[in-house]
Each structure stands twice: as C-alpha cells, then as structure tokens.
C-alpha cells in the first residue's frame, strides 16, 4: 500500500462520514462521488479518460472544493476532521497534477 491508496481511502471514509451525518447533502455527494470514482479507478474497476482537463485534476479539485465548503459548514468535532481530511486530500492531488 503506497501514500496514494491511503489517501485515495482516507478520502472515502472521511467522504462516506459526511455524507451520512451531514444535511443537506449535496456537498457530501458530490465529496462522495470524487472520492468514490477515484477508489475505483485505483483498484482498476473502472478506466476513465478523456482528451481535455486531466481526470485527477478534475477529481481532486472536486474533493477540495467540496470539502472545504463543508469545513466551512459543518459544526460538530468529527465532522469538521472529515472536512479537513477531505479538503487536504484534493488539495494535494490537485497540487501533484499541476506540477
């Protein structure tokens, strides 16, 4: 296990947390969905592609912008952790695509 896959999971369980104690949901979907796509594709189930935006950069940018929209709302001690972890996931792949 490298320091991909274990962020790659720890933004799924931080993902999956929020969605099930956050409300309403949107956000928490759409953290879900990134983080979701990118387990897949890291344990080779699905295979995505395509021409224009790199895929990681579009993920993780995803998973920054939602988390730290819900860093900013949720209220609760492990909501807020969950947030972070989230935001620092997609910040980080965001970071690793650009450069």
């Excluded at 953290?31 to 990681?56: D, I, R």
Aim: glycine share 10%; proline share 4%; no cysteine.
């Amino acid at each position: 296990m490298n320091v991909a896959t274990v962020l790659v999971l720890a933004a799924l369980s931080a993902s999956i947390l929020l969605f099930l104690r956050t409300r309403p949901r949107l956000l928490p979907i759409l953290a879900l969905v990134g983080s979701g796509v990118q387990a897949l594709m890291l344990f080779k189930v699905v295979s995505l592609g395509g021409t224009g935006l790199p895929l990681a950069l579009l993920l993780g940018g995803l998973l920054a912008a939602s988390g730290v929209l819900l860093y900013l709302r949720v209220s609760s001690k492990p909501l807020i952790a969950a947030a972070t972890v989230v935001a620092m996931v997609g910040a980080i792949q965001v970071l690793s695509a650009v450069l």
